[in-house]
């Protein structure tokens, strides 16, 4: 035995309660439910446009997110949580976000020799920001990306996939705004023209602006400074700067969306917060979440397989941040209603439950969902005992449940069950042979809720 491990017979002082890191929520019943709603909505969705998924882990080289993301994006500047791993040194992040942990996995496996992936992922993601409404430190993702293929058809392919999306979820008030920004020499060009615009103006541009004008002055179009906006709105619009080819492929995504009713505006200063995007980017938006009103964005992303050390490969994705979309749905009063199991099981008396159990796995085996009542509190039911009718029935109406399927001794000594409603307002209720409880509970079921 270690010398940490030794028992102490001293009564420990009562310990301090820990609460979780700020920003990282737990994430609690009957919410949680909504969650999984949202993820079997999203399950189907993807299997149903042949997206596979694909799980990557939550930590990363930071060197991944240094190289993929680029050096001066808010991410990599001062929303990473990096550390050294203490045993070897090596420096890791916990991931912002998935796009380049996919392209690292879709590289490190050679995903792509035999064409083209469709892959999607869900899971958190960690950036240090302030924590408010629809932002946190530990957030959730879920995210689609189309690896290996170049064409505007799979750009299309991918918006009405988030818009269908949005549509089998019953959102609504969220609008779609698209932009191109085009490839790396038409941007190169824009940049120089900008630069020489914001130059006119340094008058004006505030410090993060003036900052940022040599290393990324596109972001500066990002700005919220009131003061800055006519500047911002005079300057060169990198749509002029796109050649013939990078034009085709935009108003080839426009064509699709267009033919498939899904409207969208062009919003020419949309430039997303990651350096590796090119051509078609786009964000869906709402109003209604404040500040924090961008609930999914994506884009192509054509470069970044290469800049992560893979063999050049076209991609494009997206990615929705789970809680602003949640938090949409609970706004317009559309999210799904906790249901509680079908069977409650009344317990009177312990000496029933080689019987309960009997039963309840047969239930359950057919798909009926069963909550046993059990002994509450601390003792064991050896000691505190079951509890009383009222007190269990108390618990199934609480449960949410169907029907109470009570176990009582005079019933059992008579090879019988009672099956109530606790729905229908009258309480009906019958006697049911032990042997008929799973064709019954099931035509009950079928049938709502009364037994009457
Ligand atoms: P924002 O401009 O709101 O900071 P972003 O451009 O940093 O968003 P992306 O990196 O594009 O966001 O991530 C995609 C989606 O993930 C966002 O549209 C948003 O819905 C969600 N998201 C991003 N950061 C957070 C966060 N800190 N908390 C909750 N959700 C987030
Ligand atoms: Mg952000």
């Known amino acids: 035995m270690t010398t940490e491990n030794k028992t102490t017979t001293a009564k420990p002082s009562k310990a301090q309660a820990l609460v979780a890191v700020k920003g990282m929520n737990d994430l609690l019943p009957p919410t949680s439910a909504q969650w999984e709603w949202l993820e079997e909505k999203v399950r189907g969705l993807m299997a149903r446009h042949a997206y596979r998924n694909l799980r990557t882990p939550i930590v990363e080289p930071t060197a991944?997110?240094?190289?993929?993301?680029?050096?001066?994006?808010?991410?990599?500047?001062?929303?990473?949580?990096?550390?050294?791993?203490?045993?070897?040194?090596?420096?890791?992040?916990?991931?912002?976000?998935?796009?380049?942990?996919?392209?690292?996995?879709?590289?490190?496996?050679?995903?792509?020799?035999?064409?083209?992936?469709r892959l999607y992922y869900m899971g958190p993601m960690f950036r240090h920001e302030r924590p408010q409404r629809g932002r946190y430190r530990q957030f959730h993702q879920i995210g689609a990306e189309a690896l290996g293929f170049p064409g505007a058809e799979v750009d299309a392919e991918l918006i009405l996939l988030a818009a269908t999306l949005w549509q089998e979820l019953g959102l609504q008030d969220v609008r779609l705004e698209l932009n191109s920004l085009g490839q790396p020499h038409e941007r190169a060009a824009h940049r120089a023209a900008l630069i020489t615009h914001l130059e006119q103006h340094l008058d004006v541009l505030d410090e993060e602006a003036k900052r940022r004008l040599h290393s990324n002055p596109l972001r500066i179009l990002d700005t919220k400074n009131p003061a800055m906006q006519a500047v911002v709105e005079a300057a060169p619009k990198l749509m002029d700067f796109l050649g013939e080819a990078s034009l085709a492929h935009f108003n080839a995504v426009r064509a699709i969306l267009d033919a498939s009713g899904v409207t969208y505006r062009i919003n020419p200063r949309l430039v997303r917060g990651m350096d590796y995007y090119n051509l078609t980017v786009f964000e869906f938006v709402t109003d209604r979440l404040g500040s924090q009103g961008t609930i999914c964005g994506g884009g192509r992303y054509d470069y970044l397989i290469e800049q992560v050390g893979g063999k050049a490969a076209p991609a494009v994705g997206w990615a929705l941040g789970v809680e602003r979309v949640l938090e949409l749905l609970k706004e317009q009063g559309s999210l799904p209603e906790a249901v509680g199991p079908d069977v409650y099981a009344i317990v009177p008396d312990a000496a029933a439950l080689p019987v309960v159990f009997q039963t309840i796995q047969a239930l359950r085996a057919q798909g009926v969902s069963v909550q046993m009542h059990a002994a509450q509190g601390a003792g064991g039911s050896e000691n505190v005992g079951m509890g009383s009718m009222k007190s269990q029935f108390k618990k199934a109406d609480h449960s949410g449940a169907e029907f109470a399927l009570i176990f009582g001794e005079d019933e059992l000594a008579r090879g019988e069950v009672t099956l109530k409603s606790l729905r229908d307002g009258a309480g009906s209720q019958a006697a049911v042979p032990l042997i008929d409880v799973c064709a019954c509970v099931a035509a009950k079921l079928a049938q709502g809720a009364s037994l009457a």
């Open 64 to 117: 991944l997110f240094v190289r993929g993301l680029g050096e001066v994006t808010d991410i990599v500047e001062k929303e990473m949580y990096s550390f050294e791993d203490r045993l070897n040194g090596e420096q890791l992040t916990l991931r912002p976000e998935a796009t380049a942990g996919v392209v690292r996995a879709v590289v490190e496996h050679n995903m792509l020799y035999d064409g083209g992936k």
